[in-house]
């Protein structure tokens, strides 16, 4: 269903019972809300978003291509999450999750401006499903249609943004005794020792070739949040803290305690594709109260 979003802006709102519903808006194809059945929200959205380009929209789901950060000469995290994209009417075939049906095809390519910046064709595809257990996916498939036989290469990350109820009491599982990179510290090399992440102060760190599932526990919530992800080495968590904050003027300056980024991403090892290459990315997003999955 399309319907008008902030400032206008056109969004898809994908509904599989009275309150389960995720929106999507064609401005970054970016996911703004994700609510299970009781109506609750499961995403984090700033109320000091902007919802204008070329700003990205704080919260939700940025999508993080073709640079992840400023590892590149792009602006930061790419162009994708500040381009208008549109529904994809004739989407390649892909299974489908949710029944009844729940989701959207969106479809991006370069503008003008985008090829003088980043000279490769490319078509992005992404699904975003919601799940009629309240699972959400997004698939993304990118593919080189760069007519000049050249090979292009990308980072990537789904710039996650979940909403918990306290940040100290929350708990990340599966990223234990991996090694990461730290980007507080010039992106140097370390190894995460001992038990699950907790949090007690900003961190930004690019954990390497993860597992494909990752939980997130809020204990004051009682819920767990669990990350699935297929093509995406790496996992990068993000929280600003305090004084990081008060420097970013579209978040709220106590909103770090009720946000927690989890990121499936490619960052360490970019992905190169060939002319007529597609490379397939895909997140599951689900939440569960915490009973059921403890000890996962
Ligand atoms: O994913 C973590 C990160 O790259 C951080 O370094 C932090 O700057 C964050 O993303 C937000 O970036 P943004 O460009 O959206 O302000």
């Given at each position: 269903e399309l319907a008008k979003g902030i400032n206008g802006l056109d969004k898809i709102v994908l509904r599989?019972?009275?309150?389960r519903s995720a929106e999507v808006y064609l401005y970054g194809g970016h996911v703004t809300s994700w609510k299970n059945e009781n109506g609750e929200e499961l995403l984090y959205l700033s109320s000091?978003?902007?919802?204008?380009?070329p700003k990205p929209i704080r919260g939700g789901i940025p999508l993080c291509f073709p640079?992840?950060?400023?590892?590149?000469?792009?602006?930061?995290?790419?162009f994708a999450r500040n381009r208008i994209w549109e529904v994809d009417a004739s989407p390649p075939p892909l299974p489908t999750y949710s029944s009844p049906n729940a989701f959207v095809d969106l479809i991006l390519r370069p503008t003008e401006d985008d090829l003088k910046t980043w000279p490769h064709n490319f078509e992005f595809r992404m699904r975003v499903d919601l799940g009629s257990e309240g699972e959400l996916t997004l698939t993304s498939r990118i593919r080189?249609?760069?007519?000049?036989?050249k090979p292009f290469t990308f980072t990537f990350a789904y710039h996650t943004y979940f909403s918990v109820s306290d940040i100290s009491e929350v708990r990340v599982e599966g990223l234990e005794t991996l090694d990461y990179l730290d980007n507080l510290k010039n992106r140097e090399r370390f190894t995460e020792q001992g038990d699950a992440i907790t949090f007690e102060s900003e961190i930004d760190k690019i954990y390497l070739s993860t597992p494909t599932k990752i939980a997130i526990l809020d204990h004051e919530k009682k819920r767990t949040f669990v990350v699935r992800k297929d093509g995406l080495a790496d996992a990068v968590v993000w929280n600003p803290w305090d004084k990081k904050s008060k420097s970013?003027?579209?978040?709220?300056?106590?909103?770090y305690k009720h946000m927690l980024c989890v990121e499936a991403a490619a960052v360490e090892r970019p992905i190169t594709l060939k002319p007529g290459e597609e490379w397939k990315g895909r997140l599951e997003l689900s939440a569960v109260p915490s009973s059921y999955s403890s000890g996962q």
């Open positions: 599989q019972s009275r309150y000091k978003a902007i919802f204008k380009p640079q992840f950060s400023n590892l590149g000469t792009l602006e930061s995290h790419g080189n249609t760069n007519a000049d036989g970013i003027s579209d978040l709220g300056d106590e909103d």
